[in-house]
């Protein structure tokens, strides 16, 4: 990105690189451009930020880490622990966020008295995309409820179409699965199984029939087993080959970003089992410390990050939500307005997301991906054994903690 005239540049590094992250980061660029801000762009590729995490840290170890990184959830509280990112009270209180930002926001931003990252849009993981040419060509009904989804499964098979696009790639079974766990064991228990100090709870039979869920919903399309990235599998939504796909709304933005629209060329539902509930992880950054001092370049982009303008052009095209609840859903498409509408309900359920570090340590979310993959690749592993082997990953991170 070449630096605004007469501004100063800031180097981040994050992990958008499809096209709809892609065209969100670039609406972001333009915004700060116009504000004199330039954003050096250091992005790495790979689902759900595996290889930027790899990069970041080894820069940090090294005494050189960039200036802005994408650094969310609990990897956010642990960084701040060890004094590596910036505080931004004087931001928070000047740009007000704790009177236009969502209290589920303040809070993910917050530890130990102090705001530690601007917040840019709050994703949905509890979401349900499927093909509205398809819908209507079948005479199908929204995917509300799992006979809804083997109504349409049924259906989809015998038009020789794929009923679910899918990976086992094993974040993105993790991520499927976190869902389930919201569906079938209900906001009470998924806010327990969130809390690593309440290890007990993932021996509860809601985990169990999450997890037979999570092996009937693979066995939808038969035993073929694939590991693909999860643009590839939004493509297939894309072209018809599939008629759905459960994924985080960013998968939304990539539909767009080729040119799908909501409503009209692709439909969203609650996962089912969670309408009306919110499965969230919130996109941050990070303005980190280092050797050289840029604590009044980087308050000024955290700045500009919460105005309503850069929201706006930045979760349009991300397929998240603004973090702000001043923000007209109208401007938002249906799917968004949705999510966003979820946030703003008073009494709605918000619970964070265990997949994607929102409430799990990075080595606890990555030893249950693992378990989870291990579940779905081996059908030899029964439900119960898998089950177990959840809780003594939980119980060992407990007592680490």
Known sequence: MAAAAHGQTLDVLHWWTSAGERRAVDRLVQQLERQGVAWNDAAIPGGAGVAAMKVLKSRVLAGDPRDVAQVIGRTLTDWADLGLVLPLDDVAQRGRWKQAMFPVVLQVVSHRHHVIAAPL????????LYHQALWARLKLGAPRTWDDVEQAATALRKAGLTPLA??????????????????????????ELASAQRWQAWQNPGVLKALVRLRWL???????????????????????????????????????????????????AAVPGTAGMHLYSIDTLAMLVGKKRRDADQDRLAELLGQPAMQLAYNQAKGSVPVRTDIDPAQLDECARDSWQTLARPGSSQLPSI???????????????????RFIKNRELTPEQTQARLVTIIRGAARIQ
């Not at 929102?358 to 989870?372: G, I, N, Y």
């Open 218 to 268: 693979r066995g939808l399309n038969g035993d073929a087993a694939v590991e693909q990235p999860w643009t590839h599998s939004a493509r297939q939504l894309y072209q018809g080959q599939a008629g759905m796909f459960i994924m985080g709304d960013w998968a939304s933005g990539e539909l767009k970003a080729w040119g799908a629209q909501p409503g009209t060329d692709f439909g969203c």
């Open 166 to 191: 899918w990976s086992d790639e094993p974040w993105q079974v993790a991520t499927v699965f976190e869902t389930l766990l919201l569906g079938e064991g209900g906001p009470t228990l998924y806010a």
């Open 121 to 128: 849009g709050v994703h949905r993981i509890n979401t349900l």
């Open 355 to 373: 997949a994607h570090r929102m409430s799990a340590d990075e080595s606890t979310k990555d030893a249950l991906a693992a378990a989870l993959h």
